[in-house]
């Protein structure tokens, strides 16, 4: 079973500038989720799919980040315009269902100069 | 006070100890409790999972949850070199979160040969 996809894997940017990073999740799985991990900290939950619906989106700081899963598969997360403090490992995470073991995918490791 | 407190380390150890990492959390309302385990540059994959309190084993990892105290555990027999990574707590009361999970720090182990 292929595991949860993130493309890319690093990227660095200068403030102000945008970024998007994708993600696809397990097939058959229809929950997704996008944490933001910063160094030395735990995942923190960004936003939560099921199929093509936003579940949660409270931590989301929406005047920056913007997230959408089109035809409840692949997902795309865009920060725009980036600050500093965005540097951070991005994980897409995937579930069958809310509840069940959420599957993690390798990151992306954004630096924001 | 964070809803979970963990100590993020960093914990060397002589191969084949006894490693003993712990969570602390006010969140009475946690039901489900989790250990991950993160290799530098990668996703957190699921290790140890536990619903409310009492103890569950899978092989050398023993996980442990008292809810009266707000006190989580993971145990790891006969460390090995291959163990050394960050350990990431996670819980959820998922009815009432849809299925959202709050991390701990993680604490970076080291296990030498």
């Known amino acids: 079973e292929a595991g949860v996809a993130q493309s890319p894997r690093y990227k660095i940017i200068e403030k102000r500038q945008s970024v998007a990073f994708w993600c696809n999740p397990i097939?058959?799985?229809?929950?997704l989720y996008w944490y933001q991990q910063i160094l030395g900290q735990g995942p923190k939950l960004l936003i939560q799919f099921q199929n093509n619906g936003v579940v949660d989106d409270s931590q989301l700081p929406k005047d920056r980040f913007s997230a959408e899963r089109l035809k409840g598969v692949d997902s795309t997360l865009k920060i725009q315009p980036a600050k500093l403090e965005d540097s951070a490992v991005y994980l897409c995470?995937?579930?069958?269902?809310?509840?069940?073991?959420?599957?993690f995918g390798p990151g992306t490791r954004l630096t924001v100069t | 006070q964070k809803e979970v407190e963990q100590d993020p380390g960093p914990l060397s150890v002589p191969e084949g100890a006894i490693v003993s990492l712990n969570c602390t959390y006010s969140?009475?309302?946690?039901?489900?409790f989790m250990w991950y385990r993160q290799y530098s540059r990668k996703g957190p994959e699921l290790l140890m999972y536990?619903?409310?309190?009492g103890n569950k084993e899978d092989g050398r990892f023993t996980a442990q949850v008292d809810k009266s105290s707000k006190y989580i555990s993971l145990f790891i027999r006969d460390s090995q070199p291959s163990d050394s990574a960050t350990y990431l707590c996670a819980m959820s009361d998922y009815g009432g979160s849809q299925g959202n999970l709050i991390f701990g720090k993680g604490t970076k182990l080291s296990v030498k040969p």
């Open positions: 097939s058959g799985h229809a929950t």
């Open positions: 536990t619903y409310s309190s």
């Open positions: 995470a995937s579930s069958l269902a809310v509840g069940n073991e959420q599957y």
């Open positions: 969140n009475s309302a946690f039901q489900y």
